[in-house]
């Protein structure tokens, strides 16, 4: 979980192959409409995300053991979401890091629907984890190879 550009794909597909599990991409689970919006500039609204964040859960309930999915789940209300239509325990992985890192890393890629100029309104609605949520926060102004290896790690003692 995190805002846009936390690098949710690149560990979370590095976890799942680690773990030889399903990956799955959280925004190929977007409805057509809200990826427009997205490329446009425009924020989502939680009406947009409420059957989003369904799919996701019931994404998960769809394999037979564990399975990664990268999802930004930015509220506390989101992930519960998640957990309410899901039939899996779940942990969250909040990848973190100061905003200017991350406008730094989203400045740079290319070729993705979100644009930087959304970081703001991510930023604002970003609730960190809470006490009683199953997971863990990893900073990722580390290397990507640190920042696996955190989310491997805690992804063991998950699964022990």
């Known amino acids: 979980m995190g805002v846009a550009g936390c690098g949710k794909s690149t560990v979370g597909k590095a ?31 939680d009406a947009d995300r409420w059957p989003w964040l ?18 930004s789940a930015l509220r506390k209300v989101y992930r519960q979401h998640i957990v309410n239509h899901s039939t899996m325990p779940l942990a969250f992985i909040h990848l973190a890091a100061e905003q200017s890192v991350i406008g730094r890393r989203m400045q740079a890629r290319k070729g993705h629907f979100m644009p930087a100029s959304l ?5 604002k609605t970003l609730e960190p984890l809470t006490p009683g949520e199953t997971g863990v926060v990893i900073d990722i102004s580390q290397s990507v190879e640190r920042v696996v290896k955190e989310a491997i790690d805690y992804a063991e003692t998950f699964f022990s």
């Open 119 to 123: 970081l703001d309104s991510q930023f």
């Open 54 to 71: 369904q799919r996701v859960g019931e994404q998960l309930s769809g394999y037979d053991s564990a399975a990664v999915v990268g999802c």
């Open 15 to 45: 976890v799942a192959d680690h773990f030889e599990i399903p990956w799955v991409e959280g925004d190929s689970l977007h409805a057509p409409a809200s990826i427009k919006k997205m490329s446009h500039g425009e924020p989502l609204t």
